[in-house]
């Protein structure tokens, strides 16, 4: 299991950001073969096609966490020696004291006890868990894990030069991604979607069977079962 206290967080979110890392991975695999390189001093996080180096996707990262395996702990950012204290990463700090969760709050993370004999595995999910909260809490996306070494990832929301989500890309993009998504209360992430990226939003009934999302490009209509889960989305105006 990954940090309990935070999982609603990531729960609420997971569509918009799921959404979101599917656009940044589009964006990345145009590159081809690619290498990604850091440079804090000059505060980029760039992305280079390995066939041609003048191919390039120029991000601004904002360091969330760092998550390693030595000590067996979570990092926050502003907590860090080098990290901004006041940084994207403190407004995290700030909804935790707000909100009564220490997890976020206090600086430093010990594992849980039940992490499982893959640890890299387990710091990978955790990795995710964190970009997903502080997505959430920030409202900036997509974000980025990235390993430095030892075994050790460190969380990054990037400014990228990516296009807001739309209606219209949620509609193409959606049905491929919940093959791959578990969505704890898709009502939640789907209202958490459109107050992410800007929507307007209505149910269609008072029994929330269906969401009616609008934008620019167009509008659509999410269909939930009794069980609160995805069944369809409807949208004739739009097509890929």
Known sequence: MTFAALQPLADRAALFATLRQDALTAAVDA??????????????????????????????????????????SLLWAWAHPQGDAQGVAAQLRDYGTQYGITELSQPELQFPEDTGADLDDWIAQVAHQIGTVAVEITGRSPYYSAPIGGGTRAVFLLDAPIAPLTVRDAVISTPRVLSGLALSDARSSVWDAARLAGWNLQWTDEAFSGAVVTDATGSATFRFDEHARIVGVEAPGITG
């Open 31 to 72: 590159l081809g073969e690619h290498r990604w390189d850091a440079d804090m001093a000059a505060g980029t996080l760039t992305f280079t096609a390995n066939a041609n180096p003048a191919h390039q996707l120029v991000t601004r990262p904002h360091l969330v966490a760092t998550i390693a395996p030595g000590p067996r």
